[in-house]
């Protein structure tokens, strides 16, 4: 059995059975006796339903583990039996693979910010989720229709023609695979040299210790995390053959993207100043169409303006706004590098 007692901070003192020890004592003929080991503390986070807790990551870490056998194995049956649904159990592998090498990597990189939210399970919202189902299901229904189980009524009397261009099976499973491999190892790359300066959260104050990565593949593309999911995402999609989710998803993650760091690199000009004009001068995010933003006035090392004259009648009203309230409340804010500054870390959206 195990006792557990107040201690003076927030958390739990366990004493496990097998905390006790038996001492020996021979010096006066008192024979043998028990005596108890000092009992261990254990921070609140790493007790079961915290954020850190060592149950829930390793519930995690098996449950992808398992998910990542299980269908492996199971995708190379279905392709040696010539099934067209050995895509959706490898689609279900890459992606298994994929989060768990996303707390591996914090894990060993950056183990201060080491969380179970690292996986990524739930941190990116219901769209994220809502995408990846869609995914799946383009798949199903496609092989629906094409099997002898379909109804009859839904052959159309005339020809419809392709929209996008058909491939070989082993040209787009190729691609496929390769836009996923190439693009798993640009984001891994990244966090493995980013190390404590990667972050899954925008951070709107800097540390003491943050610094800009330059090197490695961060000289090939500035936010080269972003630049290999784009890639990732994909190339998951060329792999399922997905014609409709491939456009989707091109659309949805250029403007997450394309969204993400505009605002990051808000904060990150506030952060570096000159250092980060003259590196983002240099490299390119390497995302199509994704460039430097625009430059009007400034305020705060932040420059918006003119991507809002140029491009303001994409834009609800409603969000210029926004924008312009924002950019009041930043006016009467202290600057994110000012000493005097006492303005703590805000949450923003994952990946």
């Known amino acids: 059995m195990s006792n557990s007692s107040t201690a003076s901070s927030p958390g739990i003192i366990h004493d496990f059975p097998g905390d006790r020890i038996e001492d020996h004592i021979n010096g006066n003929g008192n024979g043998n006796a028990h005596a108890r080991v000092q009992p261990m503390y254990i921070p609140p986070p790493y007790l079961p339903g915290g954020k850190r807790a060592i149950s829930g990551i390793s519930l995690r870490a098996f449950a992808l583990g398992l998910a990542v056998g299980i269908s492996t194995v199971l995708g190379a049956e279905l392709a040696y039996w010539a099934n067209g649904l050995w895509r959706a159990p490898c689609f279900i592998a890459v992606l298994a ?30 769209g994220y989720a809502a995408a990846h189902t869609s995914a799946m299901l383009e798949l199903l229904v496609r092989y629906w229709l094409y099997s002898s189980y379909a109804p009859a009524w839904l052959s159309l009397p005339f020809h419809v023609p392709r929209i996008l261009p058909s491939f070989p099976t082993s040209v787009s499973v190729g691609l496929g695979l390769t836009l996923i491999v190439f693009g798993q190892l640009v984001r891994s790359a990244a966090m493995r040299t980013a190390k404590t300066n990667f972050n899954h959260i925008i951070q709107w104050t800097k540390r003491a210790d943050h610094v800009l990565v330059t090197d490695g593949v961060y000289a090939f593309s500035r936010h080269p995390s972003y630049f290999g999911f784009f890639w990732w995402g994909l190339g998951t ?57 625009g430059f009007g006035s400034s305020h705060n090392g932040i420059h918006l303006d003119g991507m809002i004259d140029r491009w303001g009648y994409l834009v609800k009203p409603r969000y210029i706004d926004r924008y312009n309230s924002i950019l009041y409340e930043m006016q009467q804010s202290p600057r994110a590098d000012d000493p005097h500054s006492d303005t703590q870390y805000a949450n923003a959206t994952l990946i």
């Open 237 to 293: 999609q060329v792999l399922l053959g997905n014609r409709i989710c491939f456009v989707l998803y091109a659309v949805i993650l250029w403007k997450f993207f394309h969204h993400r760091i505009i605002h990051e690199e808000q904060h990150l000009v506030s952060f570096f100043g000159q250092d980060y004009l003259d590196y983002r001068e240099r490299v390119p995010v390497r995302i199509p169409f994704i460039r430097r933003p």
């Open 97 to 126: 693979l994929f989060h768990y090498l996303e707390f591996d990597l914090t894990a060993r990189y950056n183990p201060a910010d080491a969380s179970i939210s690292s996986f990524l399970l739930s941190s990116n919202g219901l």
